[in-house]
Nanobody, 124 residues
């Protein structure tokens, strides 16, 4: 339904910062709820952050105060600013979109489309 392409992952030292980007297709991007999830090997995909079309936001407790989700509707892009990174943040980060719901979404099954993922590695 929606094509998503993540970028911005890489290797960073603990305490450092990265900004992930997710470029989306679709002329109605401004109405989509967007989300970020992450998955480490052998672990379930977990919620990180979500932003609604009205720019309401939600963040997982594990990243609250360190990560910030935002969107630029003119660029059809959602961002995840990650500060104070720690080794436990190491994972593949996935962008997701819902063209159906209008609120922040916290569960994987609530999203319609997924990107390919971008690797974030935080060294100690």
């Amino acid at each position: 339904q929606v094509q998503l392409v993540e970028s911005g992952g890489g290797l960073v030292q603990a305490g450092g910062s990265l900004r992930l980007s997710c470029a989306a297709s679709g002329r109605t991007f401004s109405r989509y709820t967007m989300g970020w999830f992450r998955q480490a090997p052998g672990k379930e995909r977990e919620f990180v952050s979500s932003i609604s079309g009205s720019r309401s936001t939600a963040h997982a407790n594990s990243v609250k105060g360190r990560f910030t989700i935002s969107r630029d509707n003119a660029k059809s892009t959602v961002y995840l600013q990650m500060n104070s990174l720690a080794p436990e943040d190491t994972a593949v980060y996935y962008c997701a979109a819902s063209a159906v719901y209008t609120r922040v979404l916290l569960r994987t099954y609530e999203y319609d489309s997924w990107g390919q993922g971008t690797q974030v590695t935080v060294s100690s």
